[in-house]
T-cell receptor, first 111, second 117 residues
Framework: RKEVEQDPGPFNVPEGATVAFNCTYSNSASQSFFWYRQDCRKEPKLLMSVYSSGNEDGRFTAQLNRASQYISLLIRDSKLSDSATYLCVAESNFGNEKLTFGTGTRLTIIP | EAGVTQFPSHSVIEKGQTVTLRCDPISGHDNLYWYRRVMGKEIKFLLHFVKESKQDESGMPNNRFLAERTGGTYSTLKVQPAELEDSGVYFC???????????????FGQGTRLTVV
C-alpha cells in the first residue's frame, strides 16, 4: 500500500465549477501535510500547507482530518489556469523534512 | 533571486555509462534534497543533505548512486553504471534550516530528465 494515496483522475471540469480532491495517508506519524501543484514537465511548487483547523487561500481550501488520516483540497470558481497535476504530500519524519508524495491528481479545466 | 537550478535538463546515455547530475540550491539554503520520479510512479525521496553532511540517505536505490555536496554548496548525483530502470526525472530541492521548530518550504528545481537506453 502506498504511503500517500490519491485518485489519479483525470478530472475534467468546466470553467467556474468547484472541484474537490481527496487524499489518504497511512503513516500515522506524519506530522505536516501539503498540496503541491505541478504543471506539465515543470517542477512541483507548493500550493498550500494543510492544517487541522482548515485553511483557505483565495479560491483554495485545504483540510486535514488526523483521525481519519484524510486530506482534502477544494478549488472554487475554477480557472483555466488551474489545469495541472495536484500532489498530496506528507512530511514523514518530523524534523527531517523528507516529503512523501502521492502520485498526483490530474485536473483539466474545460472552457 | 535565482531558484534551484539543475544541470543538465536532459540526458540520454547508454546502459553501463556514467552520468553526473548537478544541483545548485538557493543561496543560503542548508538543506538539499534529491528526489526521483520514474514513469508512472510517484516522486520518491532519495537523500537529504544538511550542509555537507548526509542527514538521510534511506531512499538511495543501491550503491550505483553516489551523492556529494562538498563545501555545502552545490550537489552532484552520480549514477555508475547506469541501468535501464534508472530512467526518470531527478529533482533537487532546497530549503532553509528549521527555525523555531517550524517547517520551511522546499523549493524544487526543474529536474533532470534521464533516459538510459
Amino acid at each position: 500500500r502506498k504511503e500517500v494515496e490519491q485518485d489519479p483522475g483525470p478530472f475534467n471540469v468546466p470553467e467556474g465549477a468547484t472541484v474537490a480532491f481527496n487524499c489518504t495517508y497511512s503513516n500515522s506519524a506524519s506530522q505536516s501535510f501539503f498540496w503541491y501543484r505541478q504543471d506539465c514537465r515543470k517542477e512541483p511548487k507548493l500550493l498550500m500547507s494543510v492544517y487541522s483547523s482548515g485553511n483557505e487561500d483565495g479560491r483554495f481550501t485545504a483540510q486535514l482530518n488526523r483521525a481519519s488520516q484524510y486530506i482534502s483540497l477544494l478549488i472554487r470558481d475554477s480557472k483555466l489556469s488551474d489545469s495541472a497535476t495536484y500532489l498530496c504530500v506528507a512530511e514523514s519524519n518530523f524534523g527531517n523534512e523528507k516529503l512523501t508524495f502521492g502520485t498526483g491528481t490530474r485536473l483539466t479545466i474545460i472552457p | 533571486e535565482a531558484g534551484v537550478t539543475q544541470f543538465p535538463s536532459h540526458s540520454v546515455i547508454e546502459k553501463g555509462q556514467t552520468v553526473t547530475l548537478r544541483c545548485d540550491p538557493i543561496s543560503g539554503h542548508d538543506n538539499l534534497y534529491w528526489y526521483r520520479r520514474v514513469m508512472g510512479k510517484e516522486i520518491k525521496f532519495l537523500l537529504h543533505f544538511v550542509k555537507e553532511s548526509k542527514q538521510d540517505e534511506s531512499g538511495m536505490p543501491n550503491n550505483r548512486f553516489l551523492a556529494e555536496r562538498t563545501g555545502g554548496t552545490y550537489s552532484t548525483l552520480k549514477v555508475q553504471p547506469a541501468e535501464l530502470e534508472d530512467s526518470g526525472v531527478y529533482f533537487c530541492a532546497s530549503s532553509q534550516g528549521r527555525t523555531g521548530g517550524w517547517n520551511t518550504e522546499a523549493f524544487f528545481g526543474q529536474g533532470t530528465r534521464l533516459t538510459v537506453v
